[in-house]
C-alpha cells in the first residue's frame, strides 16, 4: 500500500485494534471541504459486533465490582487526557464531518460537559433511604445494567457519543459504540486514548453501517441500547429494543420554532437567528429553522438575510460557514429550495443554490457546499415548515 493510501480504520475491542471479520466490506469517507477520500471504514459483521458484546460482557463484572468513587476516579483520568487532546480531536472533526473549528471545539468542549458530570456521579447517584412507618424503610438503589450499546449520528462526532458514555461507564456499565460510517476517525481516537485509562472490554467501538447497528441493537448481551437520529429510525429502533426487553433511549430528529414578536431587539434577534439555522451548516436538531414573524417587520426579515448573505464558506473566521456532510446531503438540500418555490410557492428571499462564494468553492474544491437560504411562506401547510430538512434553510 503506498504511503498516500487512505488507512483502512480497525474496530477497537478490548482495548486493542480489532480487524474486522473476513467478508467484511469496506467504505470510503470523504472530508466534506473537498469530498477526498480520506479513510476506509470495515462494515462489520455480525460476528464482530459479538465479538465487541463478548469483551464488554467479559469486563462487566470486574468494572461493576468497582466502587462508584474509584469509577469516577478513572473517569477523572480520562478527562485529563482527552482536555489534553481536544485540539486534536477538534481537527478530526473539522475535517470529517465539515464543522467550522470554532464549532468542533464546541463540540468537543459539550461532550466534555457530561464527562465532568459523570466525574460527580458518587453525589448525583446516590441512592435514597425513608423510615415509612415505625421499623420499615424504603430504599432505592441504583445498579448496573450489563452492557449498554450506542447508535449515533453523523452531525456531532464527539458530543453525542458522549451523552450517554460517560454516565453508562460510571454507573458500572460497559459500552460498545457503533459510530456514525460518515465520520468514524474522532470516536476511533477516543478510544485509543480511552484504552490508557479504562480497563480492557469496558469501552469498544465496532464501525459498520445499519447491519452492525441492527446486529447491536438485537443482540441478546446488550441490556440497553442509546439511538440519536431521525424520528421514524428511532422510533423503530424503540419498538424493536423494548420488544427484546432492552431498555432503549431513543431520541429522534426535531423541527425547532422561534418566535419573533413585534418589540424584539432586531439586531440580536437577526444574529441569534442566523447562527441558529446556518451554524454547523443546519445539520443539528436544535437548529432553528423555523422563524415566525408576528406583525410586519420588514427591517427585521431584511437583517436576517443580510447577516446570512455576508456568510462565507470555510472553517475560520466570525462569518465562517462549513460544508455539509455529502452529496446526498446538498442534493436533498437543494431540492427542497426547489420544490419550496415551485410547488409551494414560497419566496426565496436568499437562495443558497445561488450564492457565488459557495457555489464557486464547491465547484473549485469539489467539496459539499451549500450556502443558505431564506424562505417567506404565505401556508402554513408548506413542507418546508415541517420537514427536517437538515441544512441551512431557514
Not at 338 to 361: K, M, N, S, T
Amino acid at each position: 500500500m503506498s504511503a498516500e493510501a487512505p488507512a483502512i480504520l480497525s474496530n477497537f475491542i478490548a482495548n486493542a485494534a480489532a480487524a474486522a471479520a473476513d467478508g467484511a466490506g469496506l467504505l470510503a469517507v470523504t472530508t466534506p471541504h473537498t469530498g477526498e477520500v480520506i479513510a476506509q471504514v470495515p462494515l462489520s459483521t455480525a460476528a464482530d459486533v459479538d465479538a465487541a458484546v463478548a469483551a464488554a460482557r467479559a469486563a462487566f463484572g470486574g468494572w461493576s465490582g468497582r466502587t462508584l468513587k474509584a469509577r469516577a476516579s478513572l473517569l477523572l483520568r480520562l478527562h485529563t487526557v482527552l482536555q489534553a487532546h481536544a485540539d486534536e480531536l477538534a481537527e478530526l472533526v473539522v475535517r470529517e464531518h465539515g464543522k467550522t473549528k470554532a464549532e468542533a471545539l464546541g463540540d468537543v468542549g459539550k461532550g466534555l460537559e457530561t464527562l465532568e458530570y459523570a466525574i460527580g456521579l458518587p453525589l448525583a447517584a446516590q441512592g435514597h433511604v425513608e423510615e415509612v412507618s415505625g421499623g420499615v424503610q424504603c430504599r432505592d438503589e441504583r445498579a448496573a445494567l450489563g452492557v449498554v450499546g450506542g447508535i449515533v449520528p453523523f452531525n456531532f462526532p464527539f458530543m453525542v457519543p458522549f451523552w450517554s458514555i460517560p454516565i453508562a461507564l460510571g454507573m458500572g456499565n460497559t459500552y460498545v459504540l457503533k459510530p456514525s460510517e460518515k465520520v468514524p476517525l474522532t470516536m476511533t481516537r477516543v478510544a485509543e486514548l480511552a484504552a490508557g485509562v479504562l480497563p480492557p472490554g469496558v469501552l469498544n467501538v465496532v464501525h459498520g453501517d445499519r447491519a452492525a447497528a441492527t446486529a447491536l441493537l438485537e443482540h441478546p448481551g446488550v441490556q440497553a441500547l442509546t439511538f440519536v437520529g431521525t424520528s421514524s429510525v428511532a422510533e423503530q429502533i424503540h419498538l424493536r429494543g423494548t420488544a427484546l426487553g432492552k431498555r432503549v433511549l431513543a431520541l429522534g430528529g426535531a423541527k425547532n420554532h422561534l418566535v419573533a414578536l413585534p418589540d424584539c431587539d432586531v439586531e440580536l434577534t437577526a444574529q441569534d437567528v442566523v447562527n441558529s439555522f446556518t451554524g454547523c451548516a443546519g445539520q443539528r436538531c436544535m437548529a432553528a429553522s423555523v422563524l415566525l414573524v408576528v406583525g410586519d417587520q420588514p427591517e427585521l426579515v431584511r437583517r436576517i438575510v443580510d447577516k446570512a448573505r455576508a456568510l462565507v464558506p470555510g472553517s475560520e473566521g466570525a462569518r465562517a460557514m462549513g460544508p455539509v456532510i455529502d452529496e446526498t446531503a446538498v442534493q436533498r438540500i437543494e431540492a427542497a429550495v426547489q420544490h419550496a418555490a415551485a410547488v409551494d410557492g414560497a419566496e426565496v428571499l436568499l437562495d443558497g443554490r445561488a450564492a457565488a462564494a459557495f457555489v464557486g468553492r464547491r465547484a473549485e474544491s469539489g467539496g459539499y457546499w451549500v450556502g443558505p437560504s431564506i424562505l417567506r411562506h404565505a401556508r402554513a401547510t408548506d413542507d418546508a415548515l415541517h420537514v427536517e430538512i437538515f441544512g441551512p434553510v431557514l
